[in-house]
Structure formats: C-alpha cells, structure tokens
C-alpha cells in the first residue's frame, strides 16, 4: 500500500474526506487507510461508512486498528486516541 492510499480526517466536512476516499478507489487503490485522532474519530467512522455504503458497494471494512500515541504539549505530555480504518476491495 502507497502512502498516497492514506486519508487523514480532521475538522472538515465529511464529504471532503468521502470525496478523497472515492478518488483514491477509482484511481486503482485496492486499499485505503482512513486515520483520525482524537475528537476526529467519530468523523473518520462517519466517512468510512458514507463512502462503503452510497458510493462504494463492493468496498468492505479489512481492518480497525485502535490505539493511543502521546503528544507534547505545552502542558507535558497528554495520551490521544487514535484509529486507523482499512477499507478494500
């Protein structure tokens, strides 16, 4: 898998991030990774099943990754949630 197969979710639109999955799959893809931190998570699940369920109906859900990465912060480090979501073909 390409790096170029990754879609970073953060505070825009939904159907932004729906947009690049979609593009990512017609452009040969076999597999996309959507990844989403903290309060993103909720839209990176949203994406996921927007783009599987009305734009791409032979795409299925390989893989949830789950995890926690540490940022420094002005204030010390602070643990952030993170997921990672493999659609394919």
């Known amino acids: 898998m390409a790096e170029d197969d990754v879609v970073f979710v953060g505070n825009k639109p939904v159907m932004n991030y729906v947009l690049a999955v979609v593009t ?3 452009s040969g893809a076999k597999e996309v990774r959507i990844m989403a931190r903290g309060r993103a998570i909720s839209r990176a699940v949203d994406v996921a099943e927007v ?3 009305r734009f791409l109906g032979d795409v299925v859900v390989k893989d949830i990754k789950i995890s926690t990465e540490t940022l420094n912060t002005d204030r010390g480090e602070t643990n952030v949630s993170a997921i990672e ?3 394919g073909k």
């Open 51 to 53: 783009s599987r369920s």
């Open 24 to 26: 990512q799959f017609n």
């Open 85 to 87: 979501i493999v659609l």
